[in-house]
Nanobody, 122 residues
Framework: VQLVESGGGLVQAGGSLRLSCAAA????????FGWYRQAPGKQREVVIT???????NYANSVKGRFSISRDNAKNTVYLQMNRLKPEDTAVYFC?????????????????WGQGTQVTVSS
């Protein structure tokens, strides 16, 4: 399974960006699907994740500004980021907890994308 992110870049404070992440491979289903981020010198933290049952987990710092959506038919998840702040600057990683073929056996595993840089200038 590969997670391919797109949509990062440079934006001014107050602006918006939309990230996309497409999961490719022999995927049977995806439970948790969402986004983490890691700023320089800090630990990776959850931004937003969404379960297949519709539950959403948000970091307090992004509530009211960021939203998540997923297209289960396309195994794709989106992160809409509005009213961006300089402290949102980080590498954003797509995350999936998915059931996929691993050496011919359907197995639940965690998968990570390569990360996409989001830089918010003040």
């Amino acid at each position: 399974v590969q997670l391919v992110e797109s949509g990062g870049g440079l934006v001014q404070a107050g602006g918006s960006l939309r990230l996309s992440c497409a999961a490719a491979g022999s995927i049977a289903s995806i439970n948790d699907f969402g986004w983490y981020r890691q700023a320089p010198g800090k630990q990776r933290e959850v931004v937003i994740t969404s379960t297949s049952g519709g539950s959403t987990n948000y970091a307090n710092s992004v509530k009211g500004r960021f939203s998540i959506s997923r297209d289960n038919a396309k195994n794709t998840v989106y992160l809409q980021m509005n009213r961006l702040k300089p402290e949102d600057t980080a590498v954003y990683f797509c995350y999936a907890y998915a059931r996929a073929q691993v050496i011919g056996v359907l197995t639940w595993r965690e998968y990570w994308g390569q990360g996409t840089q989001v830089t918010v200038s003040s």
